[in-house]
T-cell receptor
Framework: GAGVSQSPRYKVAKRGQDVALRCDPI?????LFWYQQALGQGPEFLTY????????KSGLPSDRFFAERPEGSVSTLKIQRTQQEDSAVYLC?????????????FGQGTRLTVV | KQEVTQIPAALSVPEGENLVLNCSFT??????LQWFRQDPGKGLTSLLL?????REQTSGRLNASLDKSSGRSTLYIAASQPGDSATYLC???????????FGSGTRLQVQP
């Protein structure tokens, strides 16, 4: 596609509910990143994939957070037993190269509200 | 651990003014630095990317400079317009790590 696509755009979850957020990167992009952005803050890194391999998950805040990219294209970020502090915008980004860091392209984000 | 700071946190200027946004980072071992724009409720739009070997990049009314040794970057916006109103984010890509480290942003309002 023309850009990074994320769905849903908005998600309201009851505390304790599981959610799944989808990211469709730019076609052919090898690298895929997930970030979490709290209100009024810059995005914070969650995890990074190179094709289907999850090479860095150091930013995942707890074991309730899980990400996958089984075929090296679409990725899903899953949050189990959601809590109020999980409320944030979740941003997905992709880039074309695996060598020196190159330009990252971001999706519109999914705004998660846990009530 | 890399830390990125942006000053000021918010800025309001009349239309037509030239302005400078500042970004500083604590670890100078970076691959590149990227400036983004974020409109309310939207994702990030890449404005300029400066590789570590470069000193500046220009795109239209925007000019970004990088002084890696001192850990500083500036984004210069010439002849500001109301359409420039947005949050501007600075992010660095550290050596040996793919992820970007972001500042908290500068919220810019250009008044007509």
């Amino acid at each position: 596609g023309a850009g990074v696509s994320q769905s849903p755009r908005y998600k309201v979850a009851k505390r304790g509910q599981d959610v799944a957020l989808r990211c469709d990167p730019i076609s052919g992009h090898v690298s895929l990143f997930w970030y979490q952005q709290a209100l009024g803050q810059g995005p914070e890194f969650l995890t990074y994939f190179q094709n289907e391999a999850q090479l860095d998950k150091s930013g995942l805040p707890s074991d309730r957070f899980f990400a996958e990219r089984p075929e090296g294209s679409v990725s899903t970020l899953k949050i189990q037993r959601t809590q109020q502090e999980d409320s944030a915008v979740y941003l997905c980004a992709s880039s074309s190269e695996t060598g020196l860091a190159t330009e990252a392209f971001f999706g519109q984000g999914t705004r998660l509200t846990v009530v | 651990k890399q830390e990125v700071t942006q000053i000021p946190a918010a800025l309001s200027v009349p239309e037509g003014e030239n302005l400078v946004l500042n970004c500083s980072f604590t670890d100078s071992a970076i691959y590149n630095l990227q400036w983004f724009r974020q409109d309310p409720g939207k994702g990030l739009t890449s404005l300029l990317l400066i590789q570590s070997s470069q000193r500046e990049q220009t795109s239209g009314r925007l000019n970004a400079s990088l002084d890696k040794s001192s850990g500083r970057s500036t984004l210069y916006i010439a002849a500001s317009q109301p359409g420039d109103s947005a949050t501007y984010l600075c992010a660095v890509a550290d050596m040996g790590r793919r992820a970007l480290t972001f500042g908290s942003g500068t919220r810019l309002q250009v008044q007509p």
